[in-house]
Antibody, heavy 119, light 108 residues
């Protein structure tokens, strides 16, 4: 059971980037898939979640700029990031929650993909 | 908005007990999870639903949650336990996950 993130890189302020999270040995559509980020030297910040039924929620800091979506045919979750800012610079992790808000926690994490927003 | 506060650092001698607090309004009414993060690595879930250990997590890790404070306890702390630890709860009002501010545990 694992997830692998990809799509990070260096992007100019105001630009867009799409991150991907590919899952193995479990079905993303049956779980609550989250994005969590960590700015350099800082703590963990939850970013977004997509429920098994497709409902999505976002942190205030990214709402209106980021969109999470799921491709069940590829067992992959995407995070579309628009209007990027310097404060979005971070390692972005994809993480699984099997039960969504019922205290089971994020039990599977990827290795992260780095996003750097700079001119 | 719902916030979780942790002490920035905790120091412990090898073999002793480390306790890490996580404070939030009426936190005892919510489930709390704890994560361990080694430098340069992804977080690992060590406690879920306040006091349950995932498979593979040593018994020396335990948790409690009462009133406004949740606590992660590491009994018989080992050098390998030196890491950052984060608490996390779910805010049912906004359907969002909240992480604590993080605590660096140093084994002296």
């Amino acid at each position: 059971v694992q997830v692998v993130e990809s799509g990070g890189g260096l992007i100019q302020p105001g630009g867009s980037l799409r991150l991907s999270c590919a899952a193995s040995d479990f079905t993303v559509g049956s779980n609550y898939m989250n994005w969590v980020r960590q700015a350099p030297g800082k703590g963990l910040e939850w970013v977004s979640v997509i429920y098994s039924v497709g409902t999505t929620y976002y942190a205030d800091s990214v709402r209106g700029r980021f969109t999470v979506a799921r491709d069940d045919s590829k067992n992959t979750v995407h995070l579309q990031m628009n209007s990027l800012r310097g404060e979005d610079t971070a390692v972005y992790y994809c993480a699984r929650d099997t039960m969504g808000g019922r205290g089971y926690g994020l039990d599977v994490w990827g290795q992260g993909t780095t996003v750097t927003v700079s001119s | 908005s719902f916030e979780l506060t942790q002490p920035p650092s905790v120091s412990v001698s090898p073999g002793q007990t480390a306790s890490i607090s996580c404070s939030g309004d009426k936190l005892g009414n919510r489930y709390v999870c704890w994560y361990q993060q080694m430098p340069g690595q992804a977080p690992v879930l060590v406690i879920y639903q306040d006091n349950k250990r995932p498979s593979g997590i040593p018994e020396r890790f335990s948790g409690s949650n009462f009133g406004n404070t949740a606590t992660l306890t590491i009994s018989g702390t080992q050098a390998m336990d030196e890491a950052d630890y984060y608490c996390q709860a779910w805010d049912s009002n906004t359907n969002t996950y909240v992480f604590g501010t993080g605590t660096k545990v140093t084994v002296l």
